[in-house]
């Protein structure tokens, strides 16, 4: 009798460890089978719902971008090419006035006076002028950074209704991330999106 109980003990002994075998071994091909990796606690991989634009490389290879760019760089050169025109002609009175004062060609000391205080104005009046234009390429230059930036962001709303991102980084000249997998950069998929959406105005 205990000879027929040691044996049915051992048998269940045998039953339970080949069990426990099976139970751990299922469970290691089932990770596999899962694609699970990873040292850490849990031993799971995951992908975070997040993503990063380059906005240096956007904002280069942006056609809209690239367009305000060209328009802003046509009102500078207008600007510019207006300031030199009227310092030259400027330039070229005092000289005149300087020659007529070494010559004593002037007739009179009011005719000499007369002519000081209009090239003085006229001085007075590029100075103002170079100022309102500065000013006016820089509200223009504000405008256009407006318009860029509402662009970007009109479309990223849209962009990410099928991605579901739950942030989408701005990154400029690596202030904001330093290092991150680039899996993370959406930045060619944006500007390639961007681009196939833009129109651009007839001139």
Known sequence: MEKKSLIINVIFGICIITLFVLHFTDKKDSSAQLGIIGTDSLGVALRLPVAYVNVDSLLINY???????????RKRENAQATLTQKARQLESEMAEFQKKHENNAFLS????????????????????????????????QQLMNN????????????????????????????????IADPSYDITNDVVKLLNKKYVPKED
């Open 63 to 73: 056609s809209y971008s690239k367009d305000l760019n060209q328009v802003l760089l």
């Open 109 to 140: 000391e009011q005719s000499f006076k007369s002519q000081q205080q209009g090239l003085m104005k006229k001085q007075q009046d590029l100075q103002k002028l170079e100022e309102t234009l500065t000013q006016q390429l820089m509200e223009d």
């Open 147 to 178: 318009q860029l930036r509402d662009s970007i962001y009109s479309f990223l709303k849209t962009y990410n209704l099928d991605k579901k991102y739950q942030i989408i980084l701005s990154n400029t000249m690596n202030d904001n991330i330093m």
